[in-house]
């Protein structure tokens, strides 16, 4: 609504000298109102009118006040509203006769019905006997209210927020017409008893709508004044699990709620294999350290798989399983994990040169023919892996 035109409350008769000279005290004021707010502007001409040419320069007449009313002494008058509200400027400003002085002022008003009552303190002064000291009132009306404002505000694990931006959207429709989809914050004036529609509310990843928050206004209805539609929200919490492939953990899993910059600390419990060292908990490409910062944005249960790096083989033993009449059955021990290759090596005690045989990992057996038995032999083994090569001569 714009501004209503300047409207004369009362041109009122405060003071004369003899025939010759009338001061008068003209109040106007002009009002808008925005939902429930409602603004006044309010206008004082403190002037005089004379018969004769008077040459009297402009005396203080009167001035504003705050809030309270006053009776002042000297040159004050002050002027106040009953209803509360509170003046744009402060007291004791004092105008000129003959000068027009505007104040701004706004109060709270939801129906739109009734008045708000204004007072103007008129004092004698040391210069000045006015005939008619003292208070002024008048009723100023009270806009009707036309329009209606709809607000949409949001609540995440129990605190209030200005909008359900990061965590939800929805969709707004006032007076049948679509006024935003998919959208996180929502504030407008509408005509005052429009229909309004707040549907398909949508949780974004990591979170969960859990209904209107309490003392929200529907999520449908009329606006026949400012509804407040506040909708809860909360973020999700999730499990990370922990296997230690083939090891042993003894911690325990983690959980976590949904941050979509955030972090949380793996735990640092380290788990445990043979011939192995932990290099880390991996997940889908990337690989953690144990306590190190893992996202939060998964939104979901997570299982982090432990890495392994293997030593370097150790205790490597040759051992003699079975034997023929010129064979051998043999196999090599050893402590390690991920052995990629075994090489067992015998010669006759006798020669300088080791011949040697590749031993299958998986089945960890050579059978050896053709030896002379009547011989002695001597064996090595050596044993390899990601880590490095070990030989049973260490």
Avoid at 21 to 47: A, E, I, P, Q, W
Avoid at 313 to 340: G, H
């Amino acid at each position: 609504m714009a501004w209503s035109s300047d409207i004369l409350v009362a041109s009122q008769h405060v003071n004369s000298f003899g025939d010759y000279s009338r001061f008068y005290l003209d109040t106007y004021y002009s009002y808008n109102r925005d939902g429930d707010t409602v603004y006044y502007k309010l206008k004082l001409n403190f002037y005089y009118m004379n018969t004769y040419k008077y040459g009297g320069s402009g005396t203080y007449g009167w001035n504003i006040g705050a809030t309270t009313k006053f009776n002042g002494s000297g040159e004050s008058s002050y002027q106040y509203f009953t209803s509360g509200g509170t003046w744009s400027s402060g007291a004791n400003q004092k105008t000129k006769i003959g000068t027009t002085k505007e104040y701004s002022y706004s109060i709270t008003n939801t129906t739109g019905t009734g008045t708000v009552q204004c007072g103007v303190y008129v004092n004698n002064t040391d210069k000045w006997s006015f005939d008619n000291p003292g208070w002024y009132y008048y009723n100023l009306a009270i806009p009707p209210l036309n329009t209606a404002t709809l607000d949409l505000n949001g609540q995440l694990d129990g605190t209030n927020t200005g909008s359900i931006e990061g965590y939800g959207t929805v969709n707004v429709t006032v007076g049948g017409v679509n006024k935003g989809q998919g959208v996180a914050d929502y504030y407008a004036s509408h005509t005052i008893n429009s229909s309004y529609v707040i549907d398909a509310i949508t949780p974004l990843k990591g979170h969960t709508y859990n209904g209107p928050a309490s003392g929200s206004d529907a999520l449908s209805g009329t606006l026949n004044g400012n509804k407040n539609v506040r909708l809860s929200f909360t973020t999700n919490t999730y499990t990370i699990y922990y296997d230690a492939n083939g090891g042993t953990y003894s911690g325990s899993s983690t959980s976590y709620k949904y941050n979509a910059s955030g972090t949380v600390s793996l735990s640092s419990t380290l788990p445990t294999k043979s011939y192995a060292s932990f290099s880390g908990w991996r997940y889908e490409n990337t690989t953690y350290p144990a306590g190190g910062s893992f996202p939060a944005n998964k939104a979901m249960d997570v299982t982090v798989v432990a890495v392994w790096s293997p030593v370097v083989p150790t205790n490597i033993k040759v051992n003699c399983l079975t034997r023929t009449v010129n064979s051998l059955a043999m196999q090599v021990t050893y402590n390690a994990i991920e052995v990629t290759n075994i090489k067992l090596y015998y010669k006759r005690s006798q020669d300088d040169n080791y011949n040697y045989v590749e031993i299958d990992p998986t089945v960890n057996m050579v059978i050896l023919n053709n030896l002379d038995m009547d011989t002695n032999y001597d064996f090595y083994a050596e044993v390899t892996n990601a880590a490095g090569t070990g030989s049973s001569l260490d």
